[in-house]
């Protein structure tokens, strides 16, 4: 119960900076989302070890904070150069992972300590926030009046403050594609009405509904979040035992150095290909799982705990990057903020169940089985991404719409 209550919280925070992006801007939203965080950090460092309620409203902060954070990713996709904007959305996940084994080599350090760290970092993030952050150009053109077109330049000036030709091209293309909304009128249509009417918002929801289903299926999350009951179950026993916090943090390396890994191949590979690549070779992994499991004692070689971490390593290369990005990336900018916070909290229900579900199911079947499972719903997510999902690798906003409002798609 404890662990799930900011699982639980995530989507709410998802939800709720979903229904105030458009209105407040991406910069405020940011702001906003600091609130949260900076109070679960400061509730965990005044509050008692054995004061139970204090811990859930630490949780249930920090968990809305969390889901709160999709503001990021979608003014990272709003203010990227089209030929870098893959990278920097990748990075999204490198940070995440390098959080986590941050914290988990802080581990040993006293909680008090942890916790104010925290507070002290969240405070300089808000301030930096408020110093140095421009607000989305494409928010001001899209969802302010024409009087903002001086504030909306003002601000693409501060991305390129060097480059004049980018500068000039960038607002070029953005100044466009907001005169052509204009004319159609989509910026007055509401969310529910575009995505009834626009293919550039209904198609694309529909693929990354089930994308998203598919991510939380292969099973990604619980081999991490249960990497220790999952890790001893594959550890030969004539192998010495690593302790708790050693296999957290060689886990955590794997995911930050393959994080880094993805983020370095999408500045040349599509996402299609290393989305492919990644559920296919988690699929291998869980083979090498199934085979070895029953032998694991009798070899010099741990292959299961090669299989699992190899599932890992794999699932960080893509699986567990690339769908949260794309939903930035395929979603049009009228429906982007909260149909991408409406996708995210549908993510993380699901999340949500699998997670809960999961240990029931290790306990009513063996390693080998959830394993096997998780490879066939990975070759399955491999035949969707190949057929199904569109590549984004190097195309602006106005070219994606293209490709869904097109009543033919390009070869």
């Known amino acids: 119960m404890k662990a799930s209550i900011s699982v639980l919280c995530t989507p709410v925070g998802a939800f709720l900076v979903g229904l105030v992006m458009d209105r407040i801007g991406r910069k405020k939203a940011c702001l906003l989302t600091c609130l949260p965080l900076l109070a679960s950090w400061i509730i965990a460092t005044i509050s008692s070890s054995d004061n139970i309620y204090t811990f859930y409203a630490f949780r249930l902060f920090a968990g809305i904070g969390a889901g709160m954070t999709t503001v990021g990713i979608v003014y990272v996709s709003e203010i990227s150069h089209s030929s870098y904007k893959q990278i920097l959305l990748s990075l999204n996940s490198v940070f995440f992972s390098g959080g986590i084994l941050l914290s988990t080599c802080l581990a040993d350090l006293n909680w008090k300590v942890i916790n ?78 575009s995505v009834r009417s626009s293919p550039a918002a209904y198609k694309p929801m529909a693929i990354l509904a089930l994308l ?101 390593f794999s699932s960080s290369v893509g699986v567990l990057v690339f769908p949260w990005t794309m939903v930035c990336e395929l979603l049009s900018t009228p429906v982007r903020a909260v149909g991408g916070c409406l996708l995210v909290s549908y993510a993380y229900l699901i999340m949500f169940a699998v997670l809960k579900a999961f240990p029931y199911m290790m306990a009513a079947v063996s390693v080998p089985h959830v394993f096997l499972m998780f490879g066939v719903v990975s070759l399955s997510m491999a035949v969707y991404v190949h057929f199904v999902l569109p590549e984004t690798l190097g195309k602006s906003f106005r070219e994606i719409e293209d490709y869904f409002t097109r009543s033919n798609k390009p070869s």
Request: proline share 6%; aromatic share 10%; glycine share 2%.
């Open 116 to 193: 104010f760290s925290f507070v002290i970092f969240t405070t300089v993030n808000m301030l930096l926030i408020i110093i140095y952050l421009p607000e989305s150009p494409i928010w001001i053109l899209k969802f302010k009046s024409s009087e903002h077109i001086d504030k909306a330049k003002m601000a693409m000036k501060q991305i390129y403050p060097n480059n004049n030709q980018v500068f000039e091209a960038e607002w070029r293309c953005l100044k466009s594609a907001s005169e052509d909304i204009a004319c159609t009128d989509v910026r007055k249509s509401s969310f529910i009405e």
């Open 212 to 312: 998203l289903l598919l991510q939380q299926l292969t099973g990604a999350y619980p081999t991490i979040s249960y990497a220790l009951p999952i890790l001893k179950s594959v550890m030969p026993a004539t192998y010495p035992p690593a302790s708790d916090i050693q296999s957290l943090a060689a886990l955590g390396a794997v995911r930050f150095a393959s994080g880094l890994l993805a983020c370095v191949l999408s500045l040349r590979v599509g996402r299609k290909p290393l989305l492919v690549f990644s559920c296919v070779a988690m699929a291998l992994s869980s083979i090498l799982v199934v085979v070895t499991h029953s032998s694991r004692d009798a070899t010099v070689v741990p292959w299961p705990l090669c299989g699992v971490m190899l599932y890992v």
